[in-house]
């Protein structure tokens, strides 16, 4: 059995995380079975979460996880998939979680306004992790610093609400451009990308920051139906 160690479920999503989502829907791709528990990221391998543990090993980085468990279980997703189709698989991965999760931090950290409906989940998950009342506020703005500080180190935070908005729109109508009709990234069947890319739209779109990327996405019918497809495949079962 795998261990996939993760934060904390919040509004209708299965984690705060789209990197432990990205996973958990690899998973549920692949048929693994899996429990979710939650993780501590000073005990992660890369003091990140995601990790998992299999076999006695743990295993950090949502990549290099699914590498695992491709290697241990193998891999009927991406089979059909020639060197072209990896290529753009690869590409749209980046962009998505080296440059649109970044996005997505802004929005939920950075933004005074994003940071506000972001606050009561994280009160609510420091409560369910017994942290003192009087605490909580002091944890969550520490956490704040500290994720301000990457956000400006990476580059992102140093963008004004308008630059950033542009970027994440930019980089959301790429993914409908690309996908057009097809149900899938890659036209019928669900491949690794799809992990991916449902994960990440879904931090956007279903959850309740009020923000340019997402008032772009919601304009664009072929991404809603993807994610609710996805989801409906996945996760309502
Ligand atoms: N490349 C990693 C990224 C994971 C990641 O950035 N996790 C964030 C949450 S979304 C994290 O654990 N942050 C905690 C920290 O940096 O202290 C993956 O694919 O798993």
Redesign the pocket.
């Known amino acids: 059995m795998i261990t996939v160690y993760k934060f904390a479920s919040a509004w209708d999503q299965p984690d705060l995380?789209?990197?432990v989502v990205k996973l958990e829907t690899y998973l549920r791709m692949a048929g693994i079975e899996y429990k979710g528990v939650p993780g501590d990221?000073r005990k992660a391998p890369k003091?990140?979460?995601?990790y998992v543990e299999h076999d006695g090993r743990l295993i950090?980085?949502?990549?290099f996880i699914i590498d695992h468990l491709k290697s241990t279980f193998g891999d009927k997703l991406d089979v059909g998939l020639g060197s072209t189709e990896r290529a753009v698989a690869a590409s749209f991965q980046s962009m998505i979680?080296e440059q649109l999760y970044f996005i997505i931090l802004y929005q939920r950290w950075q933004d005074d306004g994003g940071w506000e409906t972001y606050t009561p989940v994280l009160r609510e998950i420091l409560a369910g992790a017994h942290v003192p009342a009087p605490l909580r506020g002091l944890i969550a703005s520490s956490i704040r610093k500290g994720i301000k500080k990457t956000l400006r180190a990476q580059g992102t935070g140093r963008h004004t609400r308008a630059e950033v908005d542009a970027i994440g729109t930019r980089i959301v109508q790429s993914i409908s451009d690309w996908m057009g009709a097809n149900p899938s990234f890659f036209g019928q069947n669900p491949t690794t990308i799809d992990a991916t890319v449902y994960a990440f739209l879904s931090a956007i779109m279903d959850t309740p920051f009020v923000w340019g990327v997402k008032t772009h996405a919601e304009k664009l019918p072929n991404l809603r139906s993807y994610v609710d497809r996805m989801k409906g495949r996945y996760w309502l079962r």
């Open positions: 995380s789209p990197f990221v003091k990140k979460l995601p950090g980085d949502s990549s979680e």
